[in-house]
């Protein structure tokens, strides 16, 4: 717990760090943002109550299962693009338009969206929550999501494990290259 900061992530207008301990004055007090910076938000409380619900089940930080809930909702997201990238593929495969998906797509799409809107929703609550300021320096979520959703085209292409290791270290070498720009920016 201790590479967690104990005070609330959120700055104030000027641009400081809040000094408030974390969770001041709401109900996760030691987590996430204070009463002031929008800790008692019932969308955030909510969040607290449920990802502590989830710590004390699975023995892990209320961070790491409010983070949990944002990659599990996009693995999900990648999971449903990954089958409609397929299906997409065969239709092309046998002949058909790509850009008039067979009718057995369309509950596919439907639901792809509703995974998007998912994900959304669970990076947002955890943002509200605290928990991405807190973490922001310790982990490059985006860089993550970017791996994963790129993991699941690779096993959409059906690669041998070299192509697999080139197309990866590729891809890794331009998110370096794009971290060290944003860094210098
Ligand atoms: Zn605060």
């Given at each position: 717990?201790?590479?967690?900061?104990?005070?609330?992530?959120?700055?104030?207008?000027?641009?400081?760090?809040?000094?408030?301990?974390?969770?001041?004055?709401?109900?996760?007090?030691?987590y996430?943002?204070?009463?002031w910076h929008r800790g008692g938000h019932r969308n955030v409380e909510e969040a607290w109550t449920m990802?502590?619900?989830?710590?004390?089940e699975r023995d892990i930080t209320p961070h790491e299962a409010l983070l949990g809930l944002v990659r599990t909702a996009a693995a999900r997201a990648a999971w449903t693009d990954n089958i409609i990238f397929q299906q997409l593929r065969d239709h092309a495969d046998d002949g058909g338009d790509p850009l008039k998906p067979p009718a057995e797509l369309v509950p596919w799409l439907r639901q792809f969206r509703e995974e998007r809107r998912l994900a959304a929703t669970t990076a947002k609550l955890a943002v509200d929550a605290g928990v991405m300021v807190a973490l922001e320096r310790r982990l490059d979520l985006e860089g993550e999501l970017v791996a994963a959703a790129l993991s699941?085209?690779?096993?959409?292409?059906?690669?041998?494990?070299e192509q697999r290791l080139v197309a990866l270290g590729a891809a890794q070498q331009h998110l370096m290259l794009a971290g060290a720009d944003a860094a210098t920016a």
């Open positions: 717990m201790s590479a967690y900061p104990a005070r609330c992530p959120a700055r104030n207008l000027n641009g400081r760090m809040c000094d408030k301990p974390a969770g001041q004055g709401t109900n996760h007090l030691g996430g943002t204070c009463i990802a502590q619900e989830i710590a004390a699941a085209a690779l096993d959409a292409v059906e690669m041998t494990h």
